[in-house]
């Protein structure tokens, strides 16, 4: 049995790591033994993730070494892939223009990457071969999450599947004419879309392995409290389309955890919502480490000696590392 240790975070516009504090995100990553370690709001295309150095023209390399997979211990291999918007979803695009992405990275050591039908390996990619509808505009998601798969390496009897999202918060003026529901309705519909169709669609597809059980898991920032409004439903019930259904009509079921606060309060120095969550079948509950669901005080983690206060660690947390905490989880393969 080999014991996986996965991690999710919402890096907040990471870009090139300029007065950001990437020692303390990779401190939290080689602290905890993270196997898998996905990242929402990576931008830049991911250059931070590393494998540039960066020289001063004298050719010496910079005191700072703007590299997140340089700071972890032991070989990792890693992934950006940013998801494309479609023409009526550009209104959510928002004002920074570096390109948000996901970036997902895994123990090289670790984990064998599935191979494709010309022997080739299935690196993550952007999942956006579907046509799922939200609205009668057959609007699609505002981001298509990334999709990875990994195989216990010289051990492929099972393999683990990863769906990673970041659902988006605001709902643009530019589509009150075509959505009549708030920016929050919108949000759960769109964890329908994640959870009833494609997770669906990605646990259910056997024709990618060779005798391999899949083991498929939804996380990521989803916008949405657990138990509070507005709301992401604890066991979520899809029929065999894909669409929600009440529990007497279900054909499927997926179940969302991590009910700890994940967000930070913008102002004070406090938690606020528990956005951050994992979601998953009756099949690959089977093998979760229930009691390992839990989001991760980074803010009072690898503090500063001047940080005496609440106030000071919230403070300097907001603006070197982000305004989330990250989440983990534990599967037994």
């Known amino acids: 049995m080999s014991r996986i240790r996965i991690g999710s975070f919402n890096v907040r516009n990471l870009a090139d790591g300029e007065g950001r504090d990437l020692d303390r995100i990779a401190k939290m990553i080689n602290y905890y033994h993270l196997d898998i370690v996905a990242l929402q709001e990576v931008l830049a295309g991911g250059k931070i993730l590393g494998g540039i150095d960066l020289k001063e023209p004298s050719g010496q390399a910079k005191a700072y070494d703007r590299s997140l997979k340089r700071r972890l211990s032991g070989p990792w291999d890693s992934q950006w892939a940013q998801p494309v918007l479609s023409r009526e979803n550009e209104p959510f695009r928002g004002e920074d223009r570096r390109g948000e992405g996901y970036a997902i990275l895994w123990r090289a050591d670790k984990f064998d990457l599935p191979l494709g039908r010309w022997g080739e390996p299935y690196r993550p990619e952007i999942l956006s071969n579907y046509n799922p509808v939200i609205a009668e505009s057959q609007l699609r998601l505002i981001r298509d999450p990334l999709y990875a798969r990994f195989l216990l390496k010289n051990h492929h009897v099972a393999e683990l599947r990863i769906l990673v999202t970041h659902i988006v918060y605001g709902k643009s003026g530019a589509l009150n004419d075509v959505i009549d529901y708030s920016a929050a309705k919108m949000r759960q519909k769109e964890f329908d879309i994640l959870a009833g169709q494609l997770y669906r669609r990605v646990a259910e597809y056997y ?119 990250p989440i983990m989880m534990e599967v037994d393969l």
């Open 207 to 325: 024709k990618v392995q060779d005798c391999t059980s899949p083991y498929t898991v939804l996380l990521g920032d989803y916008n949405l409290n657990l138990g509070a409004y507005p709301a992401v439903p604890a066991v979520a019930c899809f029929d065999a389309k894909g669409k929600p259904v009440d529990e007497s009509r279900a054909k499927a079921y997926v179940y969302t955890y991590q009910t700890d606060a994940s967000t930070i309060k913008r102002d004070t120095p406090e938690y606020a919502n528990n956005y951050d969550h994992f979601s998953f079948d009756e099949r690959t509950r089977r093998i979760v480490r229930m009691d390992s669901i839990h989001s991760i005080d980074l803010v009072n983690k690898y503090t500063k000696s001047e940080d005496v206060t609440q106030e000071q660690r919230f403070n300097r947390y907001r603006k070197e590392v982000s305004d989330h905490l």
